[in-house]
């Protein structure tokens, strides 16, 4: 059998790029709604992922402020505003494009993630970004044996996995959490959350006999539909420690391979 392969899809939307939103996209402050609008757009300021531009004359119950400040936000120059909903306050966190932007972004403003409270597609709350409609994120039972070492300990050795396939990251292996040795590994309180995956329920740690290896191992215990094949399951950084995939040394990412 050949080596597993580190290789993996890259991302291709190239920053500037624009293009409508099939959903209704709600943003919400204070129990408020901002904005509510069916002609969101999706504007790539960085490659990895899109932003939502909102039109402006879909905003609910939020004024924008003009603090004088522009910038170069990838497709073009945006100003700042300060967001008022309300009684609230909130200082740089919208960005109204300018007219060097692509003619579709005239009239359209984009929120910071953490300025707004709530983010909605259709009646779904979404976490930490938009997904992009370019990404895929595969969850797939493999056959594959899996081994976890760091400093020549053994964290976890499974006959079989779930190797998940996200657009523009390593493959990563998940395991049944039967196959992990937890006596070596140290529960943190580390929480991350995913748009593709959802929110995490746990990470550990590894205190080796040289070094503290923090926050190398999560777990999804309920995450997003997409993911679902991952429910329970604990997965390794492969950047952090020696994975074995089919007895084979999987090298890291970035790593030569051959």
């Not at 504007?43 to 170069?72: C, K, M």
């Amino acid at each position: 059998m050949e080596t597993e392969s580190v290789l993996h899809p890259s991302f291709l939307v190239p920053v500037g790029h624009v293009e409508p939103v099939p959903r209704r996209i709600r943003g919400v402050i204070g129990g408020r709604t901002v904005f509510d609008t069916r002609r969101a757009l999706y504007v790539w300021e960085w490659q990895a992922y899109p932003q939502f531009s909102i039109p402006v004359r879909d905003l609910v119950d939020g004024v924008l402020d003009d603090e004088g400040v522009a910038e170069e936000h990838g497709a073009g120059t945006a100003h700042r505003h300060t967001l008022s909903v309300g009684g609230d306050s909130r200082p740089g966190a919208a960005w109204v494009w300018g007219k060097d932007a692509p003619a579709p972004l005239q009239g359209t403003v984009r929120f910071e993630w953490p300025a707004i409270d709530y983010w909605f597609e259709e009646d779904e709350p979404v976490f930490v970004h938009p997904r992009s409609p370019y990404s895929r994120v595969d969850a797939v039972r493999s056959s594959s044996s899996v081994r976890v070492e760091l400093e020549g300990v053994v964290l976890a050795e499974a006959p079989a996995c779930v190797k998940l396939f996200e657009t523009g990251l390593p493959t990563r292996y998940y395991l049944d959490r039967a196959h992990v040795d937890w006596t070596r590994l140290r529960r943190t309180d580390t929480v991350t959350r995913c748009p593709y995956k959802g929110t995490t329920s746990g990470y550990w740690s590894f205190d080796g006999p040289t070094a503290v290896h923090e926050d190398i191992a999560w777990a999804y215990d309920f995450p997003t539909i997409h993911a679902n094949r991952i429910a329970g399951l604990t997965a390794f950084y492969n950047e952090h420690v020696d994975l074995f995939v089919d007895g084979e040394p999987l090298p890291k990412p970035g790593a030569p391979h051959s």
